[in-house]
Nanobody, 128 residues
Framework: VQLQASGGGLVQTGGSLTLSCAAS????????MGWFRQAPGKEREFVAA???????????YYADSVKGRFTISRANAKNTVYLQMNSLKTGDTAVYYC???????????????????WGQGTQVTVSS
């Protein structure tokens, strides 16, 4: 199982970026997919997650710090999850990681230990 994150880069404050995470080795359509980030000198933190339920459709979860600015979505046919980031701030500067669990059960999607597979990370730098 591999997760390949891409789309990072350098952007000015207020700008936008879209990150992608392509999964291979397994079909992830029924699993939660998440995004985390880690800034220099800080711990990894939850950013967003998306779940797909056959009875309730998609559910999305966001950290308070990104709510209203970031949007997580997925394209199951492409086994890909996206993170649309708008109104970027310097505080959003970090390496962004996508992640997926090995289990189908829905648990605390904001906790890193829920996830078993991690992408290599993509750098997002927001300049003032």
């Amino acid at each position: 199982v591999q997760l390949q994150a891409s789309g990072g880069g350098l952007v000015q404050t207020g700008g936008s970026l879209t990150l992608s995470c392509a999964a291979s080795g397994r079909t992830f359509s029924s699993y939660v997919m998440g995004w985390f980030r880690q800034a220099p000198g800080k711990e990894r933190e939850f950013v967003a997650a998306i779940n797909v339920s056959s009875w309730s459709g998609s559910s999305t979860y966001y950290a308070d710090s990104v709510k209203g600015r970031f949007t997580i979505s997925r394209a199951n046919a492409k086994n890909t999850v996206y993170l649309q980031m708008n109104s970027l701030k310097t505080g959003d500067t970090a390496v962004y990681y996508c992640a997926a669990p090995a289990r189908l059960s829905l648990q605390r999607v904001d906790l890193g230990n829920y996830y078993d597979y991690w992408g290599q990370g993509t750098q997002v730098t927001v300049s003032s």
